[in-house]
C-alpha cells in the first residue's frame, strides 16, 4: 500500500507519510521536525484561530489605549500607541510616523486577520488561499509589534533617572497581544489548509 506523501515544513524534504496511531507522532527522517498528520485540520486550525481570535481583540485595548505616562518638570502626559504616532504626523515627523504605523499597527493587524481567515473563516476561494497564505508569511515578517515592545523595556532602563514614567494600562494588553500573536503563528500549519 502506497503512503501519502508529506513535505517537512522545516527542511522541506518529501517523505511517505504512514498511518499513525493514537498518541504516536510523525518526524522527519532529515532533520526530525514533528510532521502533522493527516486529518488533524480541525484541531490544529482551532488552536490556531483561538489565538488569532484573541490576539485580534487584544490589539484594540494595546494601541488605543495609554501605554505610557511620562512626567518631566512636573508635566505630565500620557500617549497610546496610535495618538503617539497621530503626535508624530502633527509635528511633521512623517517618516517615523509613517514607519511606526506601517509596522507596530497595520502590519501586525493584517497578520491577525490573515490568520483568522486562514484559520477559521474560510471566505475566500480555495484558488485564494495560497495568495493569502504568502500574504501572511510577508506581513508577518514586517509585522514589528514584538520589538516596539522591547524598545519600551529599553527605555524603561535608558531613561529611568532623567524622566519619571509609568507604563500605562495598555501595556498589559500589548504584552497578551504579543504573545497570543507568536502562539497564533506558532500553531498554524500551513499543510492543513489545504486538507477538506
Not at 15 to 32: F, K, Y
Not at 86 to 105: A, D, K, M, Q
Request: proline letters at 4%.
Amino acid at each position: 500500500m502506497q503512503h501519502p506523501l508529506k513535505s517537512c515544513h522545516c527542511c522541506g524534504l518529501i517523505q511517505q507519510a504512514p498511518e499513525v496511531t493514537d498518541g504516536q507522532t510523525l518526524h522527519c527522517v532529515r532533520c526530525s521536525s514533528r510532521i502533522a498528520e493527516l486529518g488533524c485540520r480541525i484541531k490544529t486550525a482551532s488552536r490556531t484561530a483561538a489565538a488569532a481570535v484573541g490576539a485580534f481583540f487584544l490589539f484594540w485595548p494595546a494601541i488605543l489605549l495609554p501605554i505610557l505616562r511620562i512626567e518631566q518638570l512636573g508635566i505630565t502626559h500620557q500617549s497610546s500607541i496610535l495618538g503617539g504616532t497621530l503626535e508624530l504626523f502633527r509635528h511633521g515627523s512623517y517618516f517615523v510616523g509613517g514607519v511606526v504605523l506601517l509596522f507596530s499597527i497595520i502590519f501586525p493587524l493584517t497578520k491577525i486577520v490573515l490568520l483568522i481567515e486562514l484559520s477559521l473563516l474560510e471566505i475566500f476561494h480555495r484558488k485564494h488561499k495560497a495568495f493569502t497564505l504568502r500574504m501572511m508569511e510577508h506581513f508577518g515578517k514586517w509585522s514589528m509589534m514584538d520589538v516596539m515592545l522591547l524598545a519600551f523595556l529599553v527605555m524603561l532602563v535608558k531613561l529611568g533617572d532623567m524622566v519619571e514614567f509609568s507604563f500605562g494600562p495598555a501595556i498589559f494588553a500589548f504584552t497578551l497581544c504579543v504573545a497570543m500573536s507568536m502562539l497564533a503563528s506558532l500553531s498554524f500549519d500551513p499543510h492543513a489548509i489545504w486538507e477538506d
